[in-house]
């Protein structure tokens, strides 16, 4: 079972940053990392970012590459996210979970409470 809590979203105007975390309290993710999704009003929820069990090697949707920067700290428990020159269409919920990739593990549903991120033009 895993517990996965979000944090550090906000209102903010375009161009400006966020820094989200993620507190994941599991007894073990097995060899999943982590990664970020984010689901806006009427959408689907879509793959933003991964980070493997190594912290190594990352992955981003096109959306976001450049822009946004995932990190996990060295004991994996935590994992960061930090959002860049916003735009209005990063306006979402984000939520983090479990992940190969872009891949979450099969049948999962234990997502979080998610933060909410809102960015004005």
């Known amino acids: 079972q895993v517990q996965l809590a979000e944090s550090g979203g906000g209102l903010v105007q375009a161009g400006g940053s966020l820094r989200l975390s993620c507190a994941v309290s599991a007894r073990s993710l097995g060899n999943y990392g982590m990664g970020w999704f984010r689901q806006a009003p009427g959408k689907e929820r879509e793959f933003v970012a991964a980070i493997d069990l190594s912290g190594r090697n990352t992955a981003y949707a096109d959306s976001v590459k450049g822009r946004f920067t995932i990190s996990r700290n060295n004991r994996g428990n935590t994992v960061y996210l930090q959002m860049n020159s916003l735009e209005p269409e990063d306006t979402a919920v984000y939520y983090c979970?479990?992940?190969?990739?872009?891949?979450?593990?099969?049948?999962?549903?234990?997502w979080g409470q998610g933060t909410q991120v809102t960015v004005s033009s």
């Open positions: 979970a479990p992940s190969r990739g872009r891949a979450l593990p099969s049948g999962f549903s234990s």
